[in-house]
């Protein structure tokens, strides 16, 4: 298993890139990372374009940073999440916020948990 750290990206982080998904793949290998971590763009983008840009780039899909509503949407059959993640190869979805609510009693964090 490869050990070394490899740079990587966060899509979200240059979201104003006014381009396609798949060019913004193609930018950020230029500058030189490796993997990216993609954002809600994920969702809109063409599929085909986007696993054709991580072939031709090498690039990592590391991760899919989401909110918990786009995933339990996916798990009721409400989006393609799911199928999108599998498609570009990626086995991680990461939730970078949730609100304090789901914390703040012990019944809210068991019912967030199942």
């Known amino acids: ?14 979201r104003s890139m006014d381009r396609p ?4 793949i193609r930018a950020v290998s230029e500058w030189g990372y490796e993997g990216v971590e993609f954002g809600p763009r994920i969702l809109d983008a063409s599929i085909d374009d986007v696993v054709e840009a991580l072939t031709e780039t090498g690039q990592v899909p590391v991760g899919v940073h ?4 786009f995933i339990e949407m996916a798990l009721d059959g409400e989006n393609d999440l799911l199928a999108r993640c599998s498609a570009i190869g990626c086995q991680r979805v990461v939730i ?6 789901h914390f703040r009693t012990e019944a809210n964090a068991r019912a967030l948990a199942e």
């Open 66 to 69: 989401t909110n918990l509503d």
């Open 96 to 101: 970078p916020h949730l609100p304090p609510e």
């Open 1 to 14: 298993m490869d050990m070394v750290p490899r740079p990587a990206i966060q899509l979200y982080s240059v």
């Open 21 to 24: 998904l798949a060019a913004v």
